[in-house]
């Protein structure tokens, strides 16, 4: 098997479970809607019946909201409540001190497990903590819980934490690892930085030689469609050192936040975060990688520069024209919408799943119970096994022996 | 289970020689042999008396055909019949090994086994003998130029009884000869025989193997990027400070390792383009396993085999 | 109206069978933990709502894990370890293929959750996909919170137990064989930025057809990355390489290429090569092979943090040592094992450099997987055996109830 490193993509869990088209992942998040709101509907409806029945040996009237309809939250809602989670577990991470890649994974098993849960079932604040703590566990940084916890504020309690744990380890179907660009950026930065220098080791069928690509990279205009200016050797590397720094401040930020993971592969994140930052020279990267006369080099630059579209659409992207005022302003706007989100969630959550620690206590419970049961079923099956085996032996007598006669 | 006509008075016990008619009662260690050409049986004291001095004619009155002694062997079966038969098998065996692996489809090897089984019959019942023994001289001619290695020695023709060629030896024997001539002309279409003497259909092309390649230590697996090229050093202080820090090179970190992998993770993935090839699903997160893939360490394959590469 | 369901997780236990012990999971980190009802919680009212889990449709999530967990049928248990036990089973819709289902036992009372080597062996093995590593198929759960792992089924035995049988010989071209195959796993692992850090004899398993497969990801990682320090408390002793012994806390993929020499130099001796009571004794028994590493052998050695542990100055064996105990590998073979035994670990072989080594293109060929001398399988096969019908034979194709056809050609 001749592997390249898009096969090596390839067989990676990210790309084979968790990429979707578009289409895909609205689809799917519209199920998701679909299938929590009759959950919800069902379970409010039952308990109602219950306690309608309660009620009737004592004259309690229902209350207001008791009597009316529940109103569920929009598929596009709930992504609204899914980003704030992600912002909650990104200043978590900060806040903490973690690496870089421990919260984007956090982030991450967040929107991934929010693709097939619905935040009216699973409460937000709950499943980001333990995503935290699970993307630690993901990335070999084995946390005592109790530390954990008393770092999540006063609220969270070592139950809480582990109580969610199982349920998104499966809704996240036991893929844990996440693929981040953090390091391919590093790398690509590595290789732009020889490229400048003019050392950069050509590719087996490149037309031109490393001196002459550094010659043509010192003389790239400063902004897409610009003037060719010239450069010096250490002007060139402080812009790209520019340029690396407001690219990786981009893929911890904006490209986390958006649908980036599932559309593109980090290679493409982290190049369009890149085209953001410093636009020709990305697109002259590219093209001493792919010759701008093969199809994919057009392809590749109109995927990239979608996912560029994305990452900039997010709130919290800030480029050089917008100004910090506009940023706030953004900001601002975006915090009173999840304030009446949050509202209108506490009306439609499913009242079944709001204690998970209760919820995973009795599972556990009755898995051991389940266990004990079961061992004593499987005993008894073998020793009524054992007991008609030697019933027959002791009324046919042995099994006659291979050699000793026909059978 | 013999059917065989009996002579008069004696029984299948032999006791008495046909050509010197000494009897096992005089002489109690007679053993008889019994030559291929005729199937003519007589005790060993007259195979020395007669064919000593060089190949003579069968004494048997009515069979002239020249003997060698050391053509002479014991009898394996009590029926000479079956004796003759079971050499004839042997001997067109030899030639029509072809097993069902050979043939594309069951249908192909049965009609294979059935022609040979009807030319065994046209052997072993005397039926134009003289066509099927020339056929299957060019089969034999056929398969010695097929093959590379060295001349086959001639197989000689397959011995033929003269007499008794009315006797049936199975049920049905008549009906098989029938069946036979009629499956001759379908063979010889037109009156004219094929070349090679037989043509079977449905014969699997026969790839003569490879001589054996030196031993590949990665079992045909290698992993080459296509984008980039991993230099042996970089020089972004940052990034590559590993490499001067004695505590990271004291234990074997490879700084090499870093470079290598942060290149394929800057490349992995470049030219996959989700949107094309996620694109027709069943149902969106439908658990997809790896591929199981073949085991290595010979050259052996396993039974699954899916290749997604 | 429905009334609250009362607690009833769902049907469809792992069927229980005749026990046999094959233990897999050995590592010297300690996962042992007693298993306990946990009672803290008060019993549920039948009313109350909190406790009981929704009877309406399932989460997606759960079906989706319900339709992998469909897929399988599991049946005898194999074998049963610290944190896991294994059960054989296959396809539900092709009896035939066969896998193993390692099933991690939940651990009521662990604190931190689910347990390390579990998230370590699911994250890696899912992401590794080659002929000569474990495949993991599909990962299920029931509803007791158990993850089932669905593994290959690699029904004879490990390396381990190949060497220990006396009963079975093997040969230069054969070792040449298997070791191929381990390095092969290890250089496909090292290519994939992966570490196995706990290969021994016992974590080589062995397919029916003969392959070789790396198992046992539990205390696996990723490296490569500049930042972080790794613990230097993995791979089990005899086969931790010393400057994991000797504290350091940044290393690479050379520590996997010692633990695999040592498992070769194992295969050769048909015993173990440095065993050792205590980590002291193991620097020792490398010491007095390898002599003592000194700045001029391994520069930097002093500057580990257990370096003191050194004792006395030992001189490397001769040649001579080397040539009588491993005559079987040849002179090749010698020159890699060593070479794959360097102190020093930046001028140890790494994966790749053992795989361009001229030992294995050198006389002899390494015997076809097929011809490899095989065990019979332990108890779990000599369970199976016992379990089939007299006179039956292990792969009859046409089945022994057809007359067998009269081979004429070969007569005489």
């Known amino acids: ?280 020279v990305t697109l002259f990267y590219l093209s001493t990688k792919i010759p701008p006369s093969h199809p994919t080099y057009s392809k590749l630059v109109t995927t990239i520069r979608a996912c560029a579209t994305l990452i900039s659409s997010h709130r919290s992207y800030r480029s050089d024209r917008s100004s910090a005022e506009e940023k706030d302003i953004r900001d601002q706007q975006a915090r009173e919408e999840i304030k009446a989100l949050v509202k209108k969630l506490r009306q439609c959550r499913d009242p079944d799943k709001v204690d998970l620690v209760k919820l995973n206590q009795a599972q556990k419970r009755d898995a051991v119970h389940e266990g004990g049961l079961e061992e004593n079923k499987a005993k008894r099956r073998k020793l009524q096994r054992e007991g008609y085996e030697k019933e027959a032996d002791g009324f046919w007598g042995p099994d006659i022996a291979k050699n000793g006669g026909g059978k | 289970m013999s059917k065989t006509a009996t002579r008069a008075g004696a029984t299948s016990k032999d006791d008495i020689c046909p050509v010197c008619k000494s009897s096992r009662y005089l002489n109690p260690n007679m053993k008889f042999l019994v030559n291929p050409e005729c199937y003519h049986k007589m005790c060993e004291s007259c195979v020395d008396r007669i064919f000593s001095h060089g190949p003579a004619p069968c004494p048997i009155a009515g069979c002239k055909r020249t003997l060698r002694k050391a053509r002479f062997r014991r009898q394996t079966f009590e029926d000479l019949k079956v004796e003759r038969e079971v050499d004839i098998r042997r001997k067109v065996a030899k030639l029509f090994d072809k097993e069902q692996d050979d043939f594309e489809t069951l249908r192909d090897y049965n009609d294979y086994l059935e022609t040979v089984e009807t030319t065994l019959w046209n052997l072993i019942l005397k039926i134009d003998l003289e066509a099927t023994n020339r056929r299957i001289g060019l089969w034999q001619q056929h398969l010695t130029e097929e093959s590379n290695s060295t001349q086959r020695t001639q197989v000689e023709d397959p011995s033929l009884l003269t007499d008794k060629s009315h006797v049936i030896l199975k049920k049905g024997g008549t009906q098989r000869k029938n069946v036979a001539g009629i499956k001759q002309d379908l063979l010889t279409g037109v009156g004219d025989e094929p070349e090679t003497g037989f043509v079977f259909r449905g014969l699997k092309k026969r790839v003569a193997p490879e001589p054996e390649k030196p031993y590949d230590p990665y079992n045909g697996w290698s992993i080459e990027p296509q984008y980039y090229v991993v230099q042996d050093d970089y020089n972004v202080d940052w990034i590559t400070h590993p490499k001067h820090d004695p505590a990271f090179t004291v234990g074997g970190y490879d700084v090499r390792d870093l470079y290598s992998r942060a290149l394929c993770d800057a490349f992995g993935g470049l030219g996959v383009f989700i949107e094309d090839e996620k694109a027709p699903q069943p149902s969106v997160g439908a658990a997809t396993a790896l591929p199981v893939v073949d085991g290595g360490g010979g050259g052996g394959q396993d039974v699954n085999m899916d290749d997604i590469f | 109206m429905v009334d609250s369901p009362a607690l009833s997780p769902r049907p469809n236990p792992p069927g229980a069978g005749p026990k046999t012990t094959t233990s897999k999971i050995m590592s010297i980190n300690p996962k042992a933990k007693a298993v306990a009802i946990l009672n803290t919680a008060d019993k549920p009212i039948a009313m109350s709502a909190d406790t009981t889990p929704s009877n309406g449709t399932a989460d997606l999530a759960e079906q989706m894990n319900d339709d992998v967990r469909n897929q399988f049928v599991s049946g005898a248990k194999l074998g049963e370890g610290t944190y896991a036990i294994v059960y054989a089973g296959h396809y539900r819709h092709d009896p035939t293929r066969l896998v193993a289902i390692k099933k991690i036992k939940l651990n009521t009372t662990l604190k931190d959750g689910i347990a390390p080597d579990a998230i370590r062996e699911i994250k890696h093995l899912s992401e590794l996909s080659h002929p000569n590593i474990i495949q993991l198929h599909a990962i299920f759960s029931t509803k007791e919170q158990n993850i089932s792992l669905v593994l290959e089924h690699l029904p004879l035995g490990d390396l381990e137990g190949l060497w220990k049988n006396h009963s079975i010989s093997y040969g230069t071209p054969d070792i040449k064989s298997w070791a191929s195959m381990l390095a092969q796993a290890v250089w496909f692992c090292h290519e994939n930025f992966v570490l196995h850090r706990d290969i021994k004899g016992n974590n080589v398993l062995i397919a029916a057809d003969g392959t070789l497969k790396l198992a046992d990801f539990g205390l696996a990682r990723s490296f490569a990355d500049a930042s972080r320090k790794m613990t230097c408390n993995v791979i089990t002793r005899f086969y931790r390489p010393p400057e994991l012994l000797l504290g350091c806390e940044h290393y690479g993929g050379k520590v996997d290429i010692w633990s695999t020499g040592i498992v070769i130099a194992e295969l050769v001796l048909r015993d173990w090569f440095l065993p050792s009571n205590t980590d002291a004794e193991q620097l020792l028994a490398i010491t007095q092979v390898f002599g003592t590493p000194t700045e001029e052998t391994w520069p930097g050695v002093s500057t580990l943090k257990l370096a003191a542990i050194l004792g006395a100055s030992t001189r490397p064996q001769p040649m001579d040592y080397w040539r009588t105990k491993f005559s079987m590998l040849g002179p090749d073979g010698i020159d890699l094992l060593r070479s794959m035994l360097i102190m020093d670990p930046n001028k140890r072989f790494s994966a790749r450099q053992v795989l361009e080594h001229r030992y294995w293109t050198s006389a002899p060929r390494p015997t076809k997987k097929e011809d490899l001398p095989k065990q019979g399988g332990g108890p779990a096969k000599v369970g199976e055996d016992l379990k089939r019908r007299a006179g039956e034979l292990p792969s009859s194709g046409r089945g022994d109830k057809v007359a067998r056809k009269l081979d004429f050609g070969s007569m005489r």
């Not at chain 1, 582990?162 to 996440?178: K, S, W």
């Not at chain 1, 060139?236 to 490209?255: N, Q, S, V």
């Open chain 1, 1 to 280: 098997m001749k592997l390249t490193e898009d096969d090596i993509y390839r067989s990676s869990t990210q790309y084979r479970n968790w990429s979707f088209t578009p289409a895909q992942l609205t689809a799917q998040r519209l199920k998701t809607n679909q299938q929590a709101s009759e959950r919800v509907k069902a379970a409010v409806a039952r308990q109602r019946a219950q306690r309608a029945r309660q009620s009737q040996l004592d004259s309690a009237n229902t209350s207001e909201s008791e009597r009316n309809e529940v109103v569920c939250l929009t598929p596009e809602e709930e992504l609204k409540l899914v980003d704030t989670f992600c912002d909650v577990a990104q200043k978590l991470g900060d806040f903490c001190n973690y690496p870089a890649e421990i919260t984007a994974t956090c982030i991450q098993f967040v929107r991934r497990f929010y693709l097939f849960n619905s935040p009216m079932t699973y409460e937000g604040q709950n499943i980001t903590r333990t995503a935290m703590f699970i993307a630690n566990k993901a990335e070999s940084h084995f946390l005592d819980v109790e530390v954990f916890s008393s770092q999540c504020g006063k609220n969270s309690t070592a139950e809480k934490i582990l109580a969610p744990e199982y349920l998104i380890i499966q809704a996240l179907r036991y893929n844990l690892d996440v693929k981040h660009p953090f390091r391919a950026l590093k790398g690509g930065h590595l290789e732009l930085v020889e490229l400048a220098r003019g050392n950069l080791a050509t590719l087996p069928n490149a037309s031109q030689t490393a001196t002459e690509l550094q010659n043509e990279m010192l003389q790239l205009p400063r902004k897409a469609g610009g003037p060719a200016v010239k450069m010096t050797g250490p002007e060139l590397e402080k812009r790209l050192g520019e340029a690396y720094g407001f690219a990786a401040y981009i893929l911890k930020t904006a490209a986390l936040l958006t649908d980036s993971y599932f559309l593109y592969t980090p290679s493409q994140i982290w190049l369009a975060a890149h085209l953001l930052a410093d636009e020709p």
